[in-house]
Structures are given as C-alpha cells and as structure tokens.
Nanobody, 113 residues
Framework: QVQLVESGGGLVQPGGSLRLSCAAS????????MGWYRQAPGKQRELVAR???????NYADSVKDRFTISRDYAENTVYLQMNRLKPEDTAVYYC???????WGQGTQVTVSS
C-alpha cells in the first residue's frame, strides 16, 4: 500500500522554526514530484513548495526566503524546513505525490504567542 505520512507539526511562537517530514512508503519512485500544501480554516488548500525529481523547486511567494523544501532519495522522505514563522502560517500542512494524486493525512502547524 502506497502512503504518505507527515510529522513534525506543533505549536511554535512567532519567529520560531519547525521541520516537517513526509515519509513515503510503498512504491514512491524518485521521479515523482513531491509537494507541501497547506489549508487554513475557511481557506482553500494552497501550494507551499514543490520539488521535482531533478531538484527543480517552486515556492509560494509568501514563504520564499523563509521555507526550504528538500528530499532524501535514499530515505524516500521529503522535508519542509520552516523558519521565521508567522501567525499566518497557521494551517494543516499536507504532503503530496503529484503524479499519483496522493495525499498524506496532514499535520497541524500553529504559530501563536
């Protein structure tokens, strides 16, 4: 069974950092594009960052210079390093395998003092 499992969410103060992980199990090939999306209450799900099989990366304007996406091919894991977090970053963060239209269950990130 192919699945994505996110971890690393939590409560952090503004200006703090968190690192999200997305572990892929089953047959997740290295040539798939992987992405992180988020959905805040009452809002649509939006792209945060995505990385292709050859390392091409896209970021949402709102997270550029603060978030970094990376992938470990050997561990079949995708990471999202989030620095200088803001209250508006509060959302459920989801991992996505683009070509499979596969989503993880999500992990809550709350930025609040």
């Amino acid at each position: 069974q192919v699945q994505l499992v996110e971890s690393g969410g939590g409560l952090v103060q503004p200006g703090g950092s968190l690192r999200l992980s997305c572990a892929a199990s089953g047959i997740i090939r290295s040539f798939y594009t992987m992405g992180w999306y988020r959905q805040a209450p009452g809002k649509q799900r939006e792209l945060v960052a995505r990385i292709t099989s050859v390392g091409r990366i896209n970021y949402a304007d709102s997270v550029k210079d603060r978030f970094t996406i990376s992938r470990d091919y050997a561990e079949n894991t995708v990471y999202l390093q989030m620095n200088r977090l803001k209250p508006e970053d509060t959302a459920v963060y989801y991992c996505n395998a683009e070509q499979l239209s596969l989503w993880g269950q999500g992990t809550q990130v709350t930025v609040s003092s």
